[in-house]
């Protein structure tokens, strides 16, 4: 009877070491989350990598379509409507597949993102957004599949797609401005000094309509007792950028006395900086 019970516990105690053990998974995963403007866009997906093998056109044939990484779906989730090529895709989480072929690929966005790979069942009404991008050569290797979200704009930004030495790039469009000018208006229903100091902010940021946002800024300025310098910092450069020069430095003074007040020395530095360049002929 002691022999068996020891036989169990020698059996229950190799089971138990064998649970713990870790390797490491042959295509790790990854998850990439980037703003692009005022959109949240995520990636996830697995890395395999090359290992002295022929990827594509072998590995990964050419015309078949392919689960654009291993494993479970690569996911790409939007969280507001993007344009791809002139076509709108609504916000929400797709399984990214694609078809790679010598000099192009389609990209293929898939409403069903629960399938290992590639669908048992291809369902044609489940895909929400096919589009063609061209492949490029690269000088360099890559060796682990590689996803990216790259050269950011307030309102686009590229999905890029990189193996072996073939470079792929997608741009996608996000509703910055809609989205930003919603929040404006919402706000402006019942202000506060700071939504019309943020409002003022993005007017110059974006090249907008300078008169607003000198309007606007002025109301943030009297609407807030404490007159902070980094408020009357932001009209001077509103004004310098209106090609009122003198009207600037005048601001600027104001803000460079308040934050010297406030030992803000980066302020203190900006409106000096800026109180020299305007005063030049």
Same mark, same amino acid.
Do not use: C, H
């Given at each position: ?106 990209? &293929?966005?898939?409403?069903?993102? @629960?399938?290992? +790979?590639?669908? *048992? ?6 895909? %929400?957004? =096919? $589009? ?105 450069? &509103?004004?310098?950028?209106?090609? @009122?020069?003198? +009207?600037?430095? *005048? ?6 006395? %308040?934050? =010297? $007040? ?20």
């Amino acid at each position: 009877m002691k022999k068996i019970m020891l036989v169990v516990a020698i059996v229950f105690s190799t089971l138990n070491i064998n649970a713990q053990v870790k390797t490491p998974a042959p295509s790790p995963k990854s998850t990439l989350e980037q703003m692009v403007g005022l959109t949240q866009v995520t990636i996830e997906y697995s890395r395999p990598s090359k290992k002295g093998r022929t990827v594509f056109g072998d590995l990964v044939p050419y015309g078949k379509l392919w689960r654009t990484g291993a494993n479970e779906n690569t996911t790409i989730t939007f969280s507001d409507d993007v344009v791809i090529n002139g076509q709108t895709l609504k916000k929400g989480k797709y399984a990214l597949y694609t078809t790679p072929k010598v000099d192009i690929w389609e990209v &293929i966005f898939y409403s069903d993102t @629960d399938n290992w +790979g590639t669908p *048992e069942n291809w369902d044609a009404k489940k895909v %929400a957004l =096919t $589009t063609n991008v061209d492949a490029q050569m690269l000088t360099n290797n890559v060796e682990s599949f590689t996803m990216g979200i790259n050269n950011l704009d307030n309102n686009f930004a590229n999905l890029e797609l990189s193996w072996e030495k073939t470079f792929v790039t997608l741009k996608f469009e996000v509703p910055t401005q809609k989205t930003a000018m919603a929040s404006i208006d919402k706000a402006l229903a019942g202000p506060t000094s700071g939504d019309y100091f943020s409002s003022a902010q993005y007017f110059y940021q974006s090249n907008g309509d300078l008169n607003k946002a000198l309007e606007y800024v002025n109301k943030a300025i009297d609407m807030n007792k404490d007159k902070p310098f980094w408020y009357t910092r932001q009209k001077s450069l &509103i004004q310098a950028k209106l090609g @009122d020069k003198k +009207g600037a430095i *005048e601001t600027a003074k104001i803000s460079l006395a %308040a934050a =010297t $007040t406030a030992k803000n020395n980066d302020y203190v530095k900006m409106n000096n900086d800026s109180i020299a360049e305007w005063s030049k002929k």
